[in-house]
């Protein structure tokens, strides 16, 4: 198997969140011929057409890291049963300008945690919608609905044992999705 490189893009800016947490501990998953880039959304500007021709380093960074990735994992957590304004506002200013967009064809997996019991089905079901009009074939099953649990990911920053053989599947359906469209991708 040839080696991998994913970008994950985690929808939560808090420096305690679960999504981010889970995202940390579900890449130590993967195999060690597979390469994780986080990659920063904090510091985009808010998506405005009349900027978009003059991107910011932080818009071309972006574009950068999902280009040059194999595919995308999407870790995004659920407000107002919708995705964060960050995520959405990420997507975008990667987007753009028109025809020059960085997300087309790139498989993709989508997850996320929450407190709450539906744990993020709503926001991803409606990230789906979004990526689905760049063509990324995204992971359909197994799906990946986490309710934030004690224990789910470990003082030591591994998936608890309780979800690990779970999360293990999902990274393995997830591998062989990106490395079987990665190559549309290209």
Known sequence: MSSLTIAVVVGSLRKDSFNLQVARAFVRLAPPDVRFQFC??????????D?????????TRLKDEIKAADGVLFVTPEYNRSVPGVLKNAIDCASR???QGVWQNKPAGVMGVSPGGLGTALAQQHLRNVLSFFNMPTLGSPEVFLQWKEGLVTASGEIGPASKAYLQGYMDALLAWIRQHAAAAR
């Open 97 to 99: 300008p028109y025809g």
């Open 40 to 49: 920063r959304i904090d510091d985009l500007p808010l998506f405005s057409q």
């Open 51 to 59: 900027t978009e021709g003059q991107p910011t380093a932080a818009v």
